[in-house]
T-cell receptor, first 114, second 116 residues
Framework: DTAVSQTPKYLVTQMGNDKSIKCEQN?????MYWYKQDSKKFLKIMFS???????INETVPNRFSPKSPDKAHLNLHINSLELGDSAVYFC?????????????FGEGSRLTVL | DAKTTQPTSMDCAEGRAANLPCNHS???????VYWYRQIHSQGPQYIIH???NNETNEMASLIITEDRKSSTLILPHATLRDTAVYYC?????????????????FGQGTILTVHP
């Protein structure tokens, strides 16, 4: 079983469209994250949720709206897509209690905006 | 979080030890050193972390100098599947500051290529 799974793996869309990426973890973790890896391969945190509550928001445009229906899921909705949104988006999870610094990442969702 | 400096790329022969250095001369006394790697087209993978003592697990060993200003990740018997980008990250203790515990700042890392 995949620990952190994201769908879709690839997403190609036009500028101005709205799209969502879904993430689920079956590790029983209480904290989930979205990271973005741009074309230069830099990996940066966007959001973090702990038990469905937003705890990290790294100055991400309002067009990005994370939603956590429960602690095993963290979805990312993006409105009015722009060319600069093209990137690989990684979901990750960890356990807050006794956190060791280990994040478990998904395989990534490659978003291409045309 | 302290800044880290790593070589852009390194090569290693299969079966030999791969020694990946990391400089973190501005590290604070309570900051940990973490290593992650990212194999092509996959998500980052945690390898190991340490504070001041050397650490070893099933994947690698971490050697931290006594002054903690640098460290070396050692893959004792590199295989072709170890070809990846290796990231050295320095950050505050997991629960320090409360909300930032999951925030990892990834630099450019070292591209390790293992040759047959």
């Amino acid at each position: 079983d995949t620990a952190v799974s994201q769908t879709p793996k690839y997403l190609v869309t036009q500028m101005g469209n709205d799209k969502s990426i879904k993430c689920e973890q079956n590790l029983g973790h209480d904290t989930m994250y979205w990271y973005k890896q741009d074309s230069k391969k830099f990996l940066k945190i966007m959001f973090s949720y702990n038990n469905k509550e937003l705890i990290i928001n790294e100055t991400v445009p309002n067009r990005f709206s994370p939603k956590s229906p429960d602690k095993a899921h963290l979805n990312l909705h993006i409105n009015s897509l722009e060319l600069g949104d093209s990137a690989v988006y990684f979901c990750a999870s960890s356990q807050q209690t006794g956190f060791t610094g280990e994040l478990f990442f998904g395989e990534g969702s490659r978003l291409t905006v045309l | 979080d302290a800044k880290t400096t790593q070589p852009t790329s390194m090569d290693c022969a299969e079966g030999r030890a791969a020694n990946l250095p990391c400089n973190h001369s501005t590290i604070s006394g309570n900051e940990y050193v973490y290593w992650y790697r990212q194999i092509h087209s996959q998500g980052p993978q945690y390898i190991i972390h340490g504070l001041k003592n050397n650490e070893t697990n099933e994947m690698a060993s971490l050697i931290i100098t006594e002054d903690r200003k640098s460290s070396t990740l050692i893959l004792p018997h590199a295989t072709l599947r170890d070809t990846a980008v290796y990231y050295c990250i320095v950050r505050a203790p997991p629960n320090a500051g409360g909300t930032s515990y999951g925030k990892l700042t990834f630099g450019q890392g070292t591209i390790l290529t293992v040759h047959p």
